[in-house]
């Protein structure tokens, strides 16, 4: 079964800029398409951004061109580089995969606020 392990998040003041990191094992990870989602409290959990193994990608509108998610397919790891980080990406975050889309992680918080 696939285990998703997040790790990145942290307090950041407008502007800046943190880089999410998601560990995935159980799976063959190269062989399926990958997502960050995010959610706070009181609201669903909603799509940030997705990458297809082969490295296409697709962005939330709210964070295009601000966030860039990307993989390594040798060491199972997916990534969410995050810039110009505003009040309004203060959230979990989490990652997911095609393979069990009901399986995840326990997220990590990003905080953003000055």
């Known amino acids: 079964q696939v285990q998703l392990v997040e790790s990145g998040g942290g307090l950041v003041q407008p502007g800046g800029s943190l880089r999410l990191s998601c560990a995935v094992s159980g799976i063959i990870f190269s062989q399926y398409p990958m997502a960050w989602y995010r959610q706070v409290p009181g609201k669903e959990r909603e799509l940030v951004a997705a990458i297809t193994p082969r490295g296409s990608t697709k962005y939330d509108d709210s964070v295009k061109g601000r966030f860039t998610i990307s993989r390594d397919n040798v060491k199972s790891l997916l990534f969410l580089q995050m810039n110009s980080l505003g009040p309004e990406d203060t959230a979990v975050y989490y990652c997911?995969?095609?393979?069990?889309?009901?399986?995840w992680g326990q997220g990590t918080q990003v905080t953003v606020s000055s």
């Open positions: 997911n995969s095609a393979a069990d889309f009901s399986a």
